[in-house]
């Protein structure tokens, strides 16, 4: 019932003010063994949180935790597991108090072990690439422990388990461009099996233009380590970054990654990009505003600048009607 009160503003408002974020929560807690309740639940905190203060007071309350546990006592739910991380997703944007949070009640863990449980279920998948990217967007120490958890090679195993699945994989590749950037990161990811996986999408999905994107702006972020250069090359990245400039060449976010891409495989540095003074990229940061992003000093952080709204979208939360 709080779930169906809590589709709107005014009622989510009204439901924490009359003590509804505690009842959601102790149901949690209570009724951790029972399926529907912990469905019901999870589309009551997925709505509640799309409130800013209602995330706050859910984090304050223990919801994280609870939640967590719940995954872990339902693992064999496939439901379960798609809409508690849906609901974590909208606990942690904008919001680095309860990311924290999700990391210290093994957030991370909980999520990867959704995935390698229901390996088939696209929606599983999805889900949980959303909310994973959610909790280690803008987090260099929280991508060192997802990539140290295995989590690359988790995305990449379910990209091939699901490929008939066009929307999990552009999820999938966004998640795998935003962890791909710090320096230190790149060797594991490029042996995680992240790089067929992401070939494989672009190949099968020539004709989408933001899965070839974020798939070159993956590749590219790998290309400026100079070491994985040749493997790249013999993976075959060159010749879908050539295939996605030549079906996409008008569309900006495109051109910017297959160039880059191309200039790195080629053998550039990052000198060749701190020359260009000022770019114009697509990108969508929490709230969905369009950017005119500078090139910093240091090339890999221009990725992070370019990290979506956790969600994907143009807004990081999701409220179920």
Known sequence: ????????????????????????????????????????????????????????????????????????????????????????????????????????????????????????EPGVQEQCCRFLRGVFTQSDANKKAFVDLGGCGAIAHGMKENIETENLQIVACQALASISGPSELKAAIATSGAVPAVIEAMKTYPANPKLQEQGCWCLKNLAMEEKLRAGLETAGARAVIVAAQAAHGSHAGVKQETDEALLFLDGADQSVLEKISKVTTPSMYPGGAVQSAPIPGKVDEFAHNRELAPGGGNSGCCVIA
């Open 1 to 120: 019932a709080i779930a169906n009160l809590s589709a709107s503003v005014a009622c989510r408002e009204a439901v924490a003010k009359e003590g509804g974020l505690e009842g959601v929560i102790e149901a949690i807690k209570k009724h951790a063994s029972v399926e529907d309740v912990q469905l019901e639940a999870a589309n009551a905190v997925n709505n509640l949180a799309a409130t800013p203060s209602n995330r706050d007071q859910l984090g304050t309350l223990g919801a994280i935790p609870a939640m967590i546990e719940a995954m872990a006592i339902n693992l064999e739910s496939s439901a379960v597991q798609e809409r508690m991380t849906a609901a974590l997703l909208n606990m942690v944007v904008d919001h680095t108090t309860n990311k924290a949070k999700v990391v210290a009640a093994g957030g991370m863990a909980a999520g990867l072990a959704a995935m390698r449980k229901h390996w088939g």
